[in-house]
Structures are given as structure tokens and as C-alpha cells.
């Protein structure tokens, strides 16, 4: 049976769909990725979050290789049914660079500063 959620989301035109992982009990937000059915689907029948990876064009399930695996806490769909909030346990950094989250540029009138 499909999960009700997946039924409700608006996907994009490559079966997609934003999704935010935040997170869960500070509200730091971490990350953004995609998500197509399949690793809705896996998501919440594993809880370990996983997304669907464009550039490799497959399943992508988060922390495989480097272990810093997001548990699934929570899983939110907008009002518009258009995107994701995964509110997650994060092991270990949340961006490939190492960061802890990926949101560590600063935009700024004269550019980009990086932030802790």
C-alpha cells in the first residue's frame, strides 16, 4: 500500500521533491535534498533518511559511506504539498564539506562570507 504522504505530495516533473532536514531538537536546519517516492517510501520504513541522489540519478541513503546517518524523528509535508521537512538525528556532520550543517556561507552585500 502507498503511503498516504506520497499519495499528497506534488512531486516536479522528475518525480521530486524538495526536502529540509532540520535538526529535531534544536532546530537547526542541516541540509537540503531531493526525495522521489521510493526513498520516501524507505525512509519511513527504515528511519534512516533516505534521498534520491541527482547526479548519480539513484537512491542516495544518507551517511552509507561516511556514517553520518540521519535517523528519522519526523516527517512534515508543506501546505502547498510541494515540500519536506525531515525533522532528523544527525551523526556527525550534515554537508559533504565537512561543515557541520550546509548553510555556512553568509550572502552579504559584497559577497559570500563563510560562518562557523
Not at 32 to 55: D, H, K, P
Not at 77 to 92: A, I, S
Not at 98 to 107: D, E, K, P, S, Y
Request: aromatic share 6%.
Amino acid at each position: 500500500m502507498t503511503h498516504p504522504v506520497i499519495t499528497a505530495a506534488r512531486f516536479n516533473e522528475a518525480g521530486l521533491i524538495p526536502a529540509i532536514a532540520q535538526q529535531h531538537d534544536t532546530g537547526e536546519v542541516l541540509m537540503m535534498a531531493w526525495m522521489n517516492a521510493e526513498s520516501i517510501a524507505e525512509s519511513l520504513s527504515t528511519g534512516q533518511v533516505c534521498y534520491f541522489s541527482r547526479s548519480r540519478g539513484k537512491l542516495w541513503r544518507k551517511g552509507e559511506s561516511s556514517g553520518h546517518v540521519q535517523r528519522l524523528v519526523e516527517m512534515r509535508l508543506d501546505c502547498d504539498g510541494d515540500t519536506l521537512l525531515l525533522l532528523v538525528e544527525q551523526t556527525g556532520p550534515a554537508c559533504h564539506t565537512g561543515a557541520h550543517n550546509c548553510f555556512f556561507r553568509r550572502v552579504t552585500k559584497d559577497g559570500l562570507e563563510e560562518i562557523a
